[in-house]
Nanobody
Framework: QRYLAESGGGVAQAGDSQRLSCAVS????????LGWFRQAPGKDREFVAG????????YYIDSVKGRFFISRDNALSTVILQMNSLKPGDTANYYC??????????????WGQGTQVAVSS
């Protein structure tokens, strides 16, 4: 069963903004960290940002700090990744994920199917 469903993404130009949404359903994620990973062609999948479902604490990799913002809406069961000042290097498939976060790493238990973001210069 799929608990995480992404939407948003598509083609953008450098400097544009995009918003990715992850709809959460089918189970409770209290105690989990919900986050986003991305995988560019030929590269490993990397953690991008995460939000603690209970506390709202947020985590980011350095390359997106100040440009990307993650939030969650518990009532709507949605996790949002607002991406601003997009760069060609942000081009990747983006995956919603849920798991446990510790010391900069999100150990994933559940994955979404992914959505593509392509940024042209």
């Amino acid at each position: 069963q799929r608990y995480l469903a992404e939407s948003g993404g598509g083609v953008a130009q450098a400097g544009d903004s995009q918003r990715l949404s992850c709809a959460v359903s089918g189970r409770t994620f209290s105690g989990y960290t919900l986050g986003w990973f991305r995988q560019a062609p030929g590269k490993d999948r990397e953690f991008v940002a995460g939000v603690d479902w209970n506390t709202g604490d947020t985590y980011y990799i350095d390359s997106v700090k100040g440009r990307f913002f993650i939030s969650r809406d518990n009532a709507l069961s949605t996790v949002i990744l607002q991406m601003n000042s997009l760069k060609p290097g942000d081009t990747a498939n983006y995956y919603c994920a849920a798991g446990s976060y510790w010391d900069g790493e999100l150990t994933v238990k559940y994955w979404g199917q992914g959505t593509q973001v392509a940024v042209s210069s």
